[in-house]
């Protein structure tokens, strides 16, 4: 897990170099997959399937732009100056998966209150990672998320939500990113979990593009979308997707 995980790191860090006014998503995708497999590993979301009916996802990262939640498609879109753009990554190495995503600003230093989004999403991310404690329930998780945004002011997008992860992308159990009336499965050493809050400036209401893919936001609204995969041990939560 630690080198699936550092693997998707790199991965997010290269796309980052490369995310500038004028490429395509699809450029940051062929440069994703290139270094997925040149590393040895595996593209988790490439050809996935949510379903028997559903259509395989086409690329090695999801490019989330704007109003785009997540599962965005890596095609031949053209990124400009003032976007917010969502990457998305997963790899396979040996059989075990890591999974992250990062929000980037597109051209230069955002404009103060996209950096306070921005800033909030990765606080609540970390508030979750931190309350991943032997003992605690994913709940606790949950509330962690909603309370930073909450107190923001930022909208959590109900639908989306964290998962297990492992020898299989989404496993048990899901990790929503806020309070459902249910304190959820204890948390113990070894539990593996992507922990991904998903905000909105706006309504957090979402509909599904015909794409069968992208989740986006109805009101048309900015998302912020942070993710890591972590591995809860007995003294507290590690992140495996760092370099």
Known sequence: ?????????????????ELRPGVTAAHLDAVAERHIRRSGGIPSFKGYTIGPDDPPFPGSICVSIDDEVVHGLPDRRVIRSGQLVSIDAGAIVDGYHGDAARTFYVGGDPPAAIAAFLGTTRLALLAGIAAAVPGARIGDISGAVEDVARDAGYGIVRECVGHGIGTAMHEPPDVPNLRLGSPGRRIEPGLCLAIEPMLTIGDPAVGLLDDGWTIVTR????????????????????????V
């Open 1 to 17: 897990m630690r080198r699936a995980g550092r693997l998707v790191a790199e991965v997010l860090a290269l796309v980052e170099t």
């Open 219 to 242: 009101d048309g609204s900015l998302a912020c979308h942070f993710e890591h995969t972590i591995a809860v041990t007995p003294d507290g939560p590690e992140i495996l997707t760092t």
